[in-house]
């Protein structure tokens, strides 16, 4: 079963506008979340993560806000860049060793 | 600049031949993760190491092993490959910081294909 999950496969974003990633997760032990940019043909890239004691995390163009109650987590991109397309993974983890990751969401800023 | 560099890009076996994919960071990192990924599945783990010679099975470990002889090597292993295991096999190493922070550096992936 599935314990971190991106419903939403792909996105479209125009140039200049917010992308919004969002990440749904059941397990409530999890306490640190990451996302991931993933070009074709290239491992994972580290983006941006968050704690559990945190709500939201800010990193230039990208924020992350987390909602425990909800368990829920999103990524902003602001200002969204042709750059920034790219399948993006949300993951999570409780002890550090194993990391539960979503199924990606494919992300295509529009010139 | 932290690296994790797998053997090959791009692998072709035959059904029953055994595979030995090759994973090397320079980072003296302690955890190691080997990864598939496959289309609407995302990432999951096969096996994690968190000291040489030590080992945990991760959610798909059927038809898999690992060896974790020296600090910076984790090899994945098919024992005897199957059309199902072809796939993107992604390795990855786990930089712990502070305040139990956690980064995952990943290798750029090997897909194999066995046919």
């Known amino acids: 079963d599935q314990q971190v999950k991106q419903n939403s496969p792909s996105l479209s974003v125009q140039e200049g506008r917010i992308s919004i990633l969002n990440c749904d997760y059941t397990n409530s032990m999890f306490d640190y979340f990451l996302w991931y940019k993933k070009y074709p043909a290239e491992g994972p890239t580290f983006l941006i993560s968050?704690?559990?004691?945190?709500d939201k995390n800010e990193d230039g163009r990208f924020t992350v806000f987390l909602n425990k109650s909800a368990k829920h987590l999103s990524l902003h991109i602001v200002p969204s860049q042709p750059g920034d397309s790219a399948v993006y993974f949300c993951?999570?983890?409780?002890?550090?060793?194993?990391?539960?990751f979503g199924t990606g969401t494919s992300l295509t800023v529009i010139p | 600049d932290v690296k994790v560099t797998q053997s090959s890009r791009y692998l072709v076996k035959r059904t029953g031949e055994k595979v030995f994919l090759e994973c090397v960071q320079d980072m003296d990192h302690e955890n190691m993760f080997w990864y598939r990924q496959d289309p609407g599945l995302g990432l999951r783990l096969i096996y994690f190491?968190?000291?040489?010679?030590?080992?945990e099975k991760g959610d798909i470990p059927e038809g898999y092993s690992v060896s974790r002889e020296k600090k910076e090597r984790f090899s994945l292993i098919l024992e005897s490959a199957s059309t199902n295991q072809t796939s993107m096999y992604l390795c990855a190493s786990l930089r712990e910081g502070g305040q139990e922070t956690y980064e995952q550096y990943f290798g750029p992936g090997t897909r194999l294909t066995v046919t």
């Open positions: 968050i704690s559990s004691i945190k």
């Open positions: 993951a999570a983890t409780g002890t550090g060793n194993q990391f539960y």
């Open positions: 190491s968190y000291d040489v010679k030590m080992k």
